[in-house]
């Protein structure tokens, strides 16, 4: 999920959780596979500077093999935030 400083929301799922994810109230944009996701995800990213990260929503899984911290274009910057 993108939280804008403006107060849309943007929610990343699968297609498989799409009709629950309509209910949110966010724009829903739906991925087949995780690639998919991925290029979403970089798309809307795409000129951001500062982006934070809830990290108490991260799991394990998402932290290991391939999962990254990717800083395409320099300049970028990470915030973690315990409590979200």
Do not use: N
């Amino acid at each position: 999920m993108i939280l804008w400083p403006d107060g849309r929301s943007q929610l990343f799922t699968s297609f498989l959780e799409e009709t629950s994810a309509l209910t949110s109230g966010s724009e829903v944009k739906a991925y087949k596979k995780s690639t998919e996701r991925d290029r979403m995800l970089e798309s809307a990213l795409k000129g951001v500077e500062r982006v934070g990260i809830c990290g108490a929503g991260l799991t394990y899984r998402m932290l290991q093999g391939d999962a990254q911290v990717d800083r395409r274009g320099g300049g970028g910057h990470l915030e973690g935030g315990g409590g979200c």
